[in-house]
């Protein structure tokens, strides 16, 4: 089962209650929810069956991690949401190859407690398709999501 979203409804995604843009010293993560900051990254670089982000460096995505960390180390919870836009993708992990500094805050927010979900899209006929969102894991094992 499928189920479609219209591009123009994307509150859709975000909790009733929910802060958005939520300044935070020198970034801007993109939701609080109670005590959970949120950052969402859109993701549509697919090698094999693995969905890779970012597909090019990314000094602000590294930010938000390192962000997050601080965040964490204060007590509150922080949570990576991916958007897998390619229905082809069976997992996700961080783009060491293209940018290990990156994926290096990634696996060390993971270590320090930061959920990661990763969830699967496609597009069809102007509308957002909902494929899975079973990827998820709380341990960094410098594996694959």
């Known amino acids: 089962m499928t189920v479609g979203f219209t591009l123009s409804s994307p509150q ?3 909790p ?3 802060q958005r843009e939520v300044r935070v010293g020198e970034s801007r993560l993109d939701f609080l929810v109670g005590q959970t900051y949120v950052e969402v990254k ?3 670089l697919v090698k094999g069956e693995r969905a890779l ?3 090019a460096p990314t000094s602000r995505g590294t930010r938000h991690l390192r962000t997050l960390r601080e965040l964490l180390s204060k007590g509150f919870q922080g949570l990576l949401e991916v958007l897998v836009l390619r229905p082809d993708a069976q997992c996700f992990a961080p783009n060491q190859e293209t940018d290990p500094i990156f994926a ?3 696996w060390a927010a993971m270590g320090e407690g930061m959920e990661v979900k990763a969830h699967s899209f496609s597009f069809d006929d102007g ?3 909902y494929m899975n969102g079973g990827w998820a894991e709380s341990s960094a094992s410098r594996g694959v999501i």
Do not use: E, N, V
Request: aromatic share 16%.
């Open 127 to 129: 509308r957002l398709i």
């Open 12 to 14: 859709i995604f975000c």
């Open 53 to 55: 982000f970012p597909d």
């Open 16 to 18: 009733k209650g929910a």
């Open 42 to 44: 859109g993701c549509t």
């Open 104 to 106: 290096d805050q990634f």
